[in-house]
């Protein structure tokens, strides 16, 4: 596999939007030989052509042609903005996750990556997807700046400390493909890699039953809501409980004390757990005590699928004939929660 | 056109006039001068001197980069010489080189005045220079730092453990020398314009350093209070970009790039001027579209504050804030277009020489053009998700970076080499130096677009070996590009102690610089001159003596 995805000068691409991004180096290239080929050719032609004859001539003075400058401003003008107008559109396709994904979460780590699947399985280095399947990535780290960055997919998003980030792709073909971290973070900066495999759906299913081993997500975040860190003494107590209902409140808007509205997505529920006293709802006291420092990423990240599922969400399912229906994915921003 | 004769100064006396050099020999008469030409020659080797060092440290990068393991360097030494390689080339070298070189020596000859505005302010700019300069050495000698010259929080803030303090402070004190000499210029031009030097008289390089000038002490400012700012996180944990702490590493990004993409500018724009200077005077022929390249360099100063947001396509920055970067960077391309097309037409119908500076000219031509449109790629922000923290950017920068403003310097030395020095170097070798400078650049940075579209992420100590043979070329390069590097460094040196006496006017051209003796009198010029011509003009207004200068070249061909 290795082979072929690496073909001399060109990578191979495997991912829905390769393509496009590859179309589009096309097209740039094409403008820029274009441009280089009439720049380059007229500087040789003047070069020779109109070389010194004679010591100290007084060639004949030209002082411009306001025609030509506007024909030469013009013209760049409106190729360049046909290259954003491309570029934006392969970015939106790139950067704007899709409906109905196949979440799985990322942490990096000074020098590892590690996955964890909405099945359970947790990986190291190493990424298992199906093909034909919209894979949504939520990242966080646990330390400094990453950066998730597969090549062949054409896709990559800093992984950034303090908050989600959130890549998708849908592999187009099996395969082993580099995965690299494109974000220095230090000492074993390179080192920080390995690969992703993507499966045929059934090679996949087998994958995911060679390798139950773990809880899921959500019963990780059960086990720590209701046992370990005892939100459930105030936030699972029906009606009359202290904290604030968390049954069907993921995607939804809440009001806030101060009158303002947040939607609560991934990132308020990691905030509300870090910083309580940030935005609290109205109607409650600002009395729940902050977990910063006692709940690590991996911890918050089962917390945050655990409070999805109160919801019905369940967008961490790996069953691949259940796709989920998450309703805050759908946001046009790479930032989870950007529009906090 | 009497003026003009009376300025005429030189040799024709047949004795040895007292020149800015030969004006006290003391090593006080030096470090305590307030002569902008010395100045300039202190910052002339000051630069050098880092140069070198940078140089050093990007062949230790290329030999390591020749097998695939990180054999040569362990990562955490590597990860200290591509550091060190940036913050000197880009703060050391870089930023100062052309303004404080050339700029000092030459703004205040080619407006006709006797120095700058504040010939001790300039003093001082050096001295900062020095200091700042002097405790990034140190910091390198006491272990070096490891961030990335971009210090990226939260690794420098909180992680990282070398010395980022000292060479924060270095960076931080040498930001005052770029806002000094920034300043000077601006006023200078403003204000000490010989009579007749009107705006639209100046060369373009003084428009250059103008327009460089307001970016410098615009954005300068903001650099320096990042800095402080990481200062004082790392110092006393206060929380500004570290999240742990309550801060935002986003915001590190935003404040860096606000200076630091103006600061590329900064580099550029100075050799775009000097590059002006070379393909006009070099075809004999008044610039095409005067007014298009001064404005042009006046509004990417201004778009240039506009567009730093595109160093963080990928940074978590939301979907419509990479598209606004995206449209403004595109609008930035196309006064960098203007100036390209301009200087081409201006080689229409001239009298081109192939001397050293002109074959400069021409290279820097061809690089700026490759780091231009490879630009537009990075611009293109679909594209740069892909290609963003790879060699593609790697070798887009270095087409700028050295392609633009190495070459533009190197043209420029050697224009100007006989004005500053009085002494003609050999034009063989230096012929020689532009062509392998040139071969040996192409070689070395053309292979990593390949390699950054086939995904090799920068900054990596070791990779995979797929990306073996292409950094072998580049490595293979990368030698030719430092004998190319080296050699004007000799046969420069060479040129002060067996060079041919250079005359007033070696390629008899219209600027005011040419009008005064090689090299000129402590205030530059015999008596104040009048302005009559307007730049770049060859022909009889100019004042120039054709048939006399084609005699004597004929005689003693100096020229």
């Known amino acids: 596999m290795q082979d072929t995805s690496w073909v001399p000068l060109f990578p191979e691409g495997a991912s829905s939007f390769a393509w496009e991004v590859d179309a589009l180096y096309f097209y740039l290239i094409a403008v820029s030989a274009f441009f280089a080929i009439i720049v380059v050719a007229a500087v040789f032609y003047f070069f020779i052509k109109y070389r010194e004859r004679e010591k100290f001539a007084t060639p004949p003075e030209i002082h411009g042609s306001i025609p030509l400058e506007l024909f030469w401003s013009f013209v760049p003008f409106v190729i360049s903005m046909t290259i954003f107008l491309g570029g934006a559109i392969v970015y939106y396709n790139q950067y704007k996750i899709p409906e109905d994904t196949m979440e799985i979460f990322v942490v990096g780590k000074q020098w590892m990556w590690k996955v964890q699947h909405g099945t359970g399985q947790r990986e190291i280095n190493e990424l298992h997807v199906p093909v034909g399947r919209k894979v949504k990535l939520t990242m966080t780290t646990e330390d400094v700046l990453h950066d998730f960055y597969i090549p062949a997919f054409r896709t990559k998003a800093d992984v950034v400390p303090g908050r989600y980030t959130s890549l998708w792709f849908e592999a187009t073909k099996p395969g082993k493909y580099r995965l690299f971290c494109a974000e220095y973070c230090g000492l074993n900066h390179s080192g920080m890699g390995g690969w992703v495999y993507v499966m045929e759906q059934r090679d996949f299913d087998n994958w995911l039953a060679g390798n139950l081993s773990n809880q899921t997500p959500v019963q990780q975040g059960q086990d720590l809501f209701t046992n370990k860190l005892g939100c459930a003494s105030c936030h699972a107590g029906g009606q009359n409980q202290r904290g604030a209902i968390l049954e069907g409140i993921f995607g939804k808007e809440v009001k806030l004390v101060g009158g303002q509205t947040v939607i609560a997505d991934e990132e308020y529920i990691r905030n509300s757990i870090l910083n309580p006293a940030g935005q609290v709802v109205e109607g409650y006291q600002p009395i729940m005590p902050t977990f910063k420092g006692q709940v690590t990423e991996e911890q918050l990240v089962a917390l945050v699928a655990y409070i999805k599922s109160l919801s019905g969400q369940s967008g961490t399912t790996a069953a691949p004939m259940t796709p989920a229906t998450d309703g805050t994915t759908a946001a046009p921003a790479n930032t989870a929660g950007a529009g906090k | ?559």
């Open chain 2, 1 to 559: 056109m009497e003026n003009v004769d009376s300025i005429n100064t030189g040799e024709e006396k047949g004795e040895e006039k007292v020149n800015y050099l030969t004006n006290g020999f003391s090593v006080k008469s030096w470090l305590l001068t307030k002569d902008h030409k010395r100045i300039a020659i202190m910052y002339l080797i000051s630069v050098s001197v880092f140069f070198v060092l940078g140089g050093i440290y990007a062949g230790l990068i290329r030999l390591e980069l020749l097998t695939p393991a990180s054999d040569l360097l362990e990562s955490g030494s590597y990860n200290k010489v591509f550091t060190q390689h940036g913050v000197i080339m880009v703060f050391f070298y870089l930023i100062p080189a052309i303004p404080a070189v050339l700029g000092n020596f030459l703004l205040p000859i080619m407006i006709g005045a006797k120095d700058l505005a504040f010939p001790r302010i300039n003093l001082l700019s050096l001295y900062i220079y020095w200091v700042g300069g002097s405790l990034t050495l140190f910091a390198l000698m006491q272990g070096g730092v490891d961030t990335g010259w971009t210090f990226y929080t939260p690794y420098s803030t909180t992680f990282s453990n070398s010395f980022v303090m000292l060479v924060g402070l270095g960076v931080f004190i040498n930001g005052f020398s770029s806002i000094l000499t920034g300043l000077n210029f601006i006023v200078t031009t403003h204000t000490m314009r010989a009579p007749g030097m009107t705006w639209f008289r100046l060369p373009l390089f003084v428009w250059a350093q103008y327009a460089t000038s307001l970016v410098m002490i615009l954005g300068t400012p903001v650099v320096a209070i990042t800095i402080l700012l990481l200062a004082v996180e790392r110092l006393t944990q206060t929380g500004i970009f570290d999240p742990a702490l309550g801060g935002d590493p986003i915001l590190f990004q935003h404040l860096f790039w606000f200076y630091s993409h103006p600061a590329v500018y900064i580099m550029i724009l100075p050799s775009m001027g000097v590059i002006s200077e070379l393909i006009s005077n070099f075809s004999r022929k008044k610039i095409f579209g005067y007014e298009f390249i001064a404005f042009s360099s006046i509004a990417i100063a201004v778009f240039g504050f506009l567009v730093w947001g595109h160093h963080m396509f990928v940074s978590g920055q939301s979907i419509y804030a990479g598209l606004v970067f995206s449209f403004l960077t595109m609008v930035v391309a196309v006064p960098s277009a203007i100036k390209v097309f301009n200087w081409t037409a201006t080689m229409y119908k001239g009298s081109i020489s192939y001397d050293t500076p002109m074959l400069y000219a021409i290279g820097f031509l061809g690089l700026f053009l490759i780091g231009g449109l490879t630009g537009l790629f990075l611009g293109s922000v679909g594209l740069t998700v892909h290609v963003t923290d790879t060699y593609f950017v790697v070798a887009h920068f270095h087409y700028v970076m050295v392609g633009g403003t190495v070459l533009g310097y190197l043209g420029g030395i050697h224009y100007w080499w006989p004005k500053m020095t009085g002494k003609m170097y050999s034009e063989f070798w230096g012929r020689i130096s532009a062509m392998l400078v040139f071969i040996g650049f192409n070689l070395t940075f053309f292979p990593q677009f390949i390699l950054g579209y086939q995904g090799m992420p920068r900054r990596y100590a070791a990779y995979p070996e797929e990306f073996q043979v292409l950094n072998i070329f580049s490595t293979a390069g990368a030698s030719v590009l430092g004998i190319g590097m080296i050699l004007p460094v000799i046969y420069l040196v060479g040129s002060l102690i067996n060079g041919k006496s250079a005359g007033p006017n070696p390629w008899l051209l219209p600027g005011l610089e040419w009008r005064t003796s090689s090299p000129p009198p402590t205030f530059n010029f015999e008596k104040t001159p009048v302005v009559t011509w307007e730049a770049y003009s060859f022909g009889e207004d100019s004042g120039l003596d054709i048939e006399e200068a084609r005699r004597e070249s004929t005689v003693s061909p100096t020229a």
